[in-house]
């Protein structure tokens, strides 16, 4: 069996590929250090098949400048929509807000949002994604200080490798897991929406 890791290179997608490795898988890492680069369209024509797909290459925004809101999306959204398989990894600041990085996590949304979209149009092949909180990899170096400092806990990789496969295996799709230090992972339950209503009385989903 095959599987490919966006990323996997990087802190999270190193994790998911021994998580992969010890579950008998082939991985392959697909990563900007080894010459791939998932915004591009003719780097994705040349994948194979896989068995299991995790889009999880992603970059914070740093400074907020058009250039780094470009590359934010262009990696953490095009990265997703281009493959469309099974696990992709958004995060918590796709659930919630991140006033430390508004362009982060309207990507994470998006791809939250194209997860419960798309996977009703993928059956049988399920799309879900995870949502980790803070993960002890590089991407958090620039915060990692001020966190030890006030004794707020981080995710190993592991353990959100760990959700990638529940997520992958659960059978069910377009589910987005949270996962949390000291929780057991499990999918977020979104509030119901308010519906229209005509006349006092409630009207059922739009057709289509
Ligand atoms: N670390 C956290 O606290 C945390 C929390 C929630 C979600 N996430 C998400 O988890 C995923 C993995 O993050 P991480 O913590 O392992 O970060 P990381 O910085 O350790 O690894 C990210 C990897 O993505 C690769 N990458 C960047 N741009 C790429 C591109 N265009 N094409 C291919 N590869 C590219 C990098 O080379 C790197 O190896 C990301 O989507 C991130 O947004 C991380």
Redesign the pocket.
Known sequence: MKALV?????????AIRTRLEAEGYEVES????NG????SPAAWAEVGPADVACL?????TGELSYDNYRRAV???VD?VVLEGSIVA?????GLTGMPSDPV?SLT?HAVVGFVRSMAPHLEPVRLNAV??????????DGEREALEAAGFP??A?AD?ADAVWRAATSGRSGECWFVQPGREPAPFRFPNLPGPRVDGEKVGAPPG
Do not use: I
């Open positions: 966006t990323g996997g290179e990087g802190g999270l997608g190193r697909l990563d900007l250090v791939f680069d998932v915004t999880n290459a992603g970059v914070l262009s990696v953490n990265g990894t958004a995060s918590l600041a982060y994470k949502c980790p909180g803070l993960a002890d990899t590089p991407m958090v981080l995710l990789p959100v």
